[in-house]
Antibody, heavy 118, light 110 residues
Framework: QVQLQESGPGLVKPSGTLSLTCAVS?????????WTWVRQPPGKGLEWIGE???????NYNPSLRSRVTISLDKSKNQFSLKVSTVTAADTAVYYC???????????WGQGTLVTVSS | QSALTQPASVSGSPGQSITISCTGTSSDVGSYNLVSWYQQHPGKAPKLMIY???KRPSGISNRFSGSRSGNTASLTISGLQAEDEADYFC??????????FGTGTKVTVL
């Protein structure tokens, strides 16, 4: 069964770029799925960030589109997230998830906390 | 694109039924059969409980059921158990290839 695992720095300085990777195991990233990023600020709800299809097509949250880039690395069976010009408001647990074309989010990675602070 | 509105908290005694609402608009919940629900225990990743308004994934108890009326979707948990104590989030397709989550509801088993 497919499993996802996030990795990346847990601390990013304000105005810097947040970079995370999601490793996919038990399945191919080239399968017909959308690979998704979702975040959850401490004590708050979930926010959909965006997603990438195996073809490389992307969709982004309009409120984050100008600062977010999601990319694929098929050779490593993983996908990545970059958020530029971060502020304290970007502090959150970041989750990666799979969205089959059947339109739900499952499974999810365990999540990784990223803190924006100097 | 605003978050879907959920009550902050809902509580019930063991064995009772509770319902969590998820209110959106005619541009999301009211327009698409693409509403899903997720359960999240503290410090854990969300878990899919319901998809396409009222369908249960394999392995999810039939005590969980979903429905929709107009722009409001609902998740009902019947025969409430201690293990059901968690946060619950709804999610809907919002058009334009975007998705929106709910504000989240904390379920407490008294």
């Amino acid at each position: 069964q497919v499993q996802l695992q996030e990795s990346g720095p847990g601390l990013v300085k304000p105005s810097g770029t947040l970079s995370l990777t999601c490793a996919v195991s038990g399945g191919s990233i080239s399968s017909t799925n959308w690979w998704t990023w979702v975040r959850q600020p401490p004590g708050k709800g979930l926010e959909w960030i965006g997603e990438i299809y195996h073809s490389g097509n992307t969709n982004y949250n309009p409120s984050l589109r100008s600062r977010v880039t999601i990319s694929l690395d098929k050779s490593k069976n993983q996908f990545s997230l970059k958020v530029s010009t971060v502020t304290a408001a970007d502090t959150a647990v970041y989750y990666c998830a799979r969205r089959p074309v059947t339109n739900w989010f499952d499974p999810w990675g365990q999540g990784t906390l990223v803190t924006v602070s100097s | 694109q605003s978050a879907l509105t959920q009550p902050a908290s809902v509580s019930g005694s063991p064995g009772q039924s509770i319902t969590i609402s998820c209110t959106g608009t005619s541009s999301d919940v009211g327009s698409y059969n693409l509403v899903s629900w997720y359960q999240q225990h503290p410090g854990k990743a969300p878990k899919l409980m319901i998809y396409e308004i009222n369908k249960r994934p394999s392995g999810i108890s039939n005590r969980f059921s979903g429905s929709r009326s107009g722009n409001t979707a609902s998740l009902t948990i019947s025969g409430l158990q201690a293990e059901d104590e968690a946060d619950y989030f709804c999610c809907s397709y919002a058009g334009g290839s975007t998705w929106v989550f709910g504000t989240g509801t904390k379920v407490t088993v008294l």
